[in-house]
C-alpha cells in the first residue's frame, strides 16, 4: 500500500536526524590509537627513500601519513627506549639505561602514556612488546598484557636441538644460530600470532562506544633473524651488498665502537670482531627477510582497520624502538651513539591532517606522549619534556627543533640539523668525543672533533648538549 507523501518525507526527515546525530557522535567521538611497535627496524625503507627491501605495506601506511625523516630514539636499547618514551621524560645516567628498564620502577610518580589514556576514558590494550617487560607499568591496561609465545622459536629439527643444548650451558643468552630460513607455516611465528590476535582484538573493540589505545609490538626484525623461507625468496643473496662504512670511522674513540654483543650469543657466529664477507652477508639478508616477514604482519592488521570502518576515526604510530647497526662501522645490533644506532622510523596517520608528506623536521621520541595527546584531544601532563609534533604534522616546512638528543652508556650525543656530536663520561680527561658533520659526511665516517678548524663548534655542541641532557635523579627528588 502506498504510504501519503507526508508520512514519506515526515520518516525521511527522522532518518536524516538519525544519520546527522548519528555523524555528529561519530564526531564528537575521540579518535581512537592503534600503536604499532617494530623491533629493531632501521628507516631503511621505501617511504624513507630506499627501494632495496620489500616493505608494501609500511609504504602504503607512509602514503596516508606524515613521515618523519630524522626522527630519534632516547637510548638505543629496547627496554631504556620504551620506558622513556612511554614516560615522555629523558633518560639520565642513573635512568633508562638497560634493556630490561622499566618505567614503573625508574620513574617511579610518573603516568605512563598508557595510564594517562586509560584514565581520560580509553580501552587500552597491550599485545606483543610493547613495553618490555610484560608486567611493566600494568596497571596502565584495562587488560592484562598479552604475549604470543615462541618469540625464540626455530622451526627446524636441527636448530631446536642446538639451541636446547646451548641453554644448558653455563654463562647467559646461549642460542641457537643468527639466522633461519625455515619452509614453515607462517601461522608458527610469533609475530603471526600477534598480528592475528591484534586483528581479533579490532573486531571485539570496534563494537564498543569506547574509544581505544591498542598498542601492538612485533619482535622482528630482531635477532635471530628466523622468518619463513618465502620471505628470504624476495631477495637475491648475491646481490645483497655490505655496508659503505664496513670499517671503524677515521678517528673515531675506541669507547665509541662495541664489539657487537648481543651477536654473540648466537651459535654461528665466531668471537673475531669483523665478520667475513658470506656470515655479514647471511645477516643482512636475515635482516631483510625479518623486515619484509612483519610488513606482511602489519599489513593484515591495517586491513582489518580498513575492513572495519576504523581507519577514519584512528590515529595510526608506527614507531622502531631504535637503529640498527647492520654492519656499519663494523658494529651489529644497535647500543652505540652514532646516527645508526639513534634514527629510527616514525610514521604518524591522524584523520583530518593530510596523507603522503614527510619533514625533516628533527623530533625525539618523547615528542610521541604529548603528540597524541594533542591529537586525542587530552590534557597533556606537567612531567613530559618533550614538545608535541601535531603541528608539524599540518605544516612540514616550519620551523621545529635545533636539536635532538640521546645517549647510550656513558655517551651523550647530540644531532643538529648539520651535525652530530658525541661526548663520553667517565675518569678519562679530555673526554673522548666525535664530530660528524652530515653536510660532507653522512655517513660519518670521519671524526673531525679534535681539527682546530672545529674548535667553535665542538665547543657550542658541548655547552648545548650538557645543559640539555637528562639529569640523574635522586630518591628525594623522584616526582
Known amino acids: 500500500m502506498m504510504l501519503p507523501l507526508k508520512t514519506l518525507v515526515t520518516a525521511a526527515l527522522v532518518l536524516l536526524g538519525l544519520c546527522s546525530a548519528t555523524a555528529e557522535a561519530a564526531g564528537n567521538r575521540k579518535p581512537n590509537v592503534l600503536f604499532i611497535a617494530v623491533d629493531d627496524l632501521r628507516p631503511e625503507l621505501g617511504c624513507y627513500g630506499r627501494s632495496h627491501m620489500h616493505t608494501p605495506h609500511l609504504d602504503r601506511l607512509a602514503s596516508r601519513g606524515m613521515v618523519f625523516q630524522r626522527a630519534y630514539c632516547m637510548v638505543?636499547?629496547?627496554g631504556a627506549s620504551r620506558a622513556s618514551l612511554f614516560t615522555g621524560i629523558r633518560p639520565a645516567s642513573n635512568r633508562f639505561t638497560s634493556y630490561q628498564a622499566r618505567a614503573d620502577r625508574e620513574a617511579p610518580g610518573i603516568k605512563t602514556l598508557n595510564t594517562h589514556f586509560r584514565e581520560n576514558g580509553y580501552h587500552t590494550v597491550s599485545l606483543g612488546k610493547v613495553l618490555h617487560v610484560p608486567d611493566d607499568n600494568v596497571h596502565g591496561w584495562s587488560e592484562k598484557p598479552w604475549r604470543a609465545d615462541g618469540y625464540l622459536d626455530y622451526h627446524t629439527p636441527e636448530n631446536q636441538k642446538l639451541h636446547a643444548e646451548r641453554q644448558k650451558l653455563p654463562g647467559s643468552r646461549k642460542r641457537g644460530p643468527a639466522w633461519e630460513a625455515a619452509d614453515a607455516p607462517e601461522e608458527n611465528y610469533a609475530d603471526a600470532n600477534n598480528a592475528a590476535r591484534a586483528v581479533a582484538d579490532l573486531r571485539r573493540l570496534a563494537k564498543s562506544d569506547q574509544p581505544f589505545f591498542l598498542a601492538v609490538g612485533f619482535y622482528r626484525p630482531h635477532l635471530p633473524f628466523v622468518a619463513p623461507k618465502k620471505y628470504w625468496d624476495l631477495y637475491d643473496h648475491d646481490k645483497i651488498q655490505l655496508p659503505e662504512t664496513y670499517h671503524v670511522p677515521q678517528d673515531a674513540p675506541a669507547v665509541a665502537v662495541h664489539g657487537s654483543g648481543e651477536l654473540r650469543a648466537y651459535s654461528n657466529i665466531p668471537s673475531k670482531r669483523v665478520l667475513e664477507e658470506e656470515t655479514a652477508r647471511n645477516l643482512i639478508h636475515g635482516y631483510y627477510a625479518c623486515v619484509s616477514f612483519v610488513d606482511a604482519q602489519i599489513g593484515k592488521v591495517l586491513d582489518e582497520l580498513?575492513?572495519?570502518?576504523?581507519?577514519?576515526?584512528?590515529?595510526v604510530v608506527l614507531w622502531g624502538d631504535h637503529g640498527w647497526n647492520l654492519g656499519d662501522h663494523t658494529m651489529w645490533c644497535k647500543h652505540s651513539c652514532f646516527e645508526s644506532s639513534v634514527h629510527a622510523p616514525l610514521i604518524v596517520v591522524a584523520p583530518g591532517i593530510e596523507g603522503g608528506r614527510q619533514t625533516n623536521g628533527l623530533v625525539e621520541f618523547i615528542d610521541i606522549y604529548p603528540s597524541l595527546c594533542e591529537l586525542c584531544g587530552l590534557p597533556a601532563p606537567d612531567h613530559l619534556e618533550g614538545r608535541?609534533?601535531?603541528?608539524?604534522?599540518?605544516?612540514?616546512e616550519m620551523p621545529w627543533k635545533d636539536a635532538a638528543i640521546s645517549r647510550f652508556g656513558q655517551g651523550d650525543t647530540i644531532r643538529t640539523d648539520r651535525y652530530r656530536f658525541s661526548e663520553y663520561g667517565g675518569i678519562q680527561e679530555p673526554r673522548p668525543r666525535m664530530l660528524y658533520d652530515h653536510e660532507t659526511d653522512p655517513i660519518e665516517d670521519v671524526n673531525v672533533s679534535e681539527r682546530p678548524e672545529n674548535a667553535e663548534i665542538v665547543k657550542e655542541l658541548t655547552q648545548m648538549l650538557r645543559q640539555r641532557k637528562g639529569k640523574p635523579f635522586s630518591k628525594k627528588a623522584d616526582r
Open 76 to 78: 638505543p636499547t629496547c
Open 388 to 396: 608535541s609534533f601535531a603541528p608539524l604534522m599540518k605544516n612540514p
Open 306 to 315: 580498513d575492513r572495519l570502518g576504523l581507519a577514519d576515526n584512528t590515529i
